[in-house]
């Protein structure tokens, strides 16, 4: 089973940038994600990314957030920009197949 540590959530005012990380405990040779779950919400997937380096993003998030891996530190990233209240979740590291990170809390709020 694969372990995966995130870090990088935090509180920060709309229009403000956070960067998250998820390191994983060993080499990963498949798709890398993350997931948000709001209050009350379904958890969603924010974007993808394979191994190659082939991306997939939620259009809500489009052209704000990036989602990048070094294959070499084991290592998954989400650069998140302009950020809106909406935003704000829990957002999850997920690695195939079905391996979840703990959990990191973004608040947007002024």
């Known amino acids: 089973q694969v372990q995966l540590v995130e870090s990088g959530g935090g509180l920060v005012q709309p229009g403000g940038s956070l960067r998250l990380s998820c390191k994983a405990s060993?080499?990963?040779?498949?798709?890398m994600a993350w997931y948000r779950q709001a209050p009350g919400q379904q958890r969603e997937l924010v974007a993808r990314i394979t191994r190659g380096g082939s991306t997939n993003y939620r259009d809500s998030v489009k052209g704000r957030f990036t989602i990048s891996r070094d294959n070499t530190k084991n290592t998954v990233y989400l650069q998140m920009n302009s950020l809106k209240p909406e935003d704000t979740a829990v957002y999850y590291c997920?690695?195939?197949?079905?391996?979840w990170g703990q959990g990191t809390q973004v608040t947007v709020s002024s």
């Open positions: 997920y690695v195939e197949p079905g391996n």
């Open positions: 060993g080499t990963i040779l498949t798709i």
